[in-house]
């Protein structure tokens, strides 16, 4: 998926805007992925705490939507992520 340039108006901060852009490239054409917050953190190069704050002000902008996975003997397993709409988001916040 490719990220629009209107992601940088939202006025985010940096580790947001990074690791929407990582979930933009891990999604596929309906806009789902399913990566680790351990798996992001050590693409890039950041910490755990780092991507669950992101993440958190991915949500709290709607630009994400989160969505927890279970395995089948009933153990959690990696969060699905959905990216939204970023136009609409830009439309809100403008």
Same mark, same amino acid.
């Given at each position: 998926?490719? #990220?629009?340039?209107?992601?940088?108006?939202?006025?985010?901060?940096?580790?947001? #805007?990074?690791?929407?852009?990582?979930?933009? %490239? &891990?999604?596929?054409?309906? +806009?789902?992925? =399913?990566?680790?917050? $351990?798996?992001?953190?050590?693409?890039?190069?950041?910490? &755990? &705490?780092?991507? =669950?704050?992101?993440? @958190?002000?991915?949500?709290?902008? +709607?630009?994400?939507? $989160?969505?927890?996975?279970?395995?089948? @003997? +009933?153990?959690?397993?990696? @969060?699905?992520?959905?990216?939204? %709409?970023?136009? $609409?988001? #830009? %439309?809100?916040?403008?």
């Amino acid at each position: 998926m490719i #990220v629009s340039r209107r992601i940088y108006d939202l006025g985010l901060p940096h580790r947001a #805007v990074t690791v929407y852009c990582y979930l933009c %490239d &891990r999604s596929n054409k309906q +806009g789902e992925c =399913f990566p680790s917050a $351990k798996t992001i953190a050590m693409d890039l190069s950041i910490s &755990r &705490r780092t991507v =669950f704050r992101a993440l @958190n002000e991915l949500l709290d902008k +709607g630009l994400i939507e $989160k969505q927890p996975r279970l395995r089948d @003997n +009933g153990g959690s397993s990696s @969060n699905l992520y959905r990216l939204t %709409d970023v136009q $609409k988001e #830009v %439309d809100e916040n403008v």
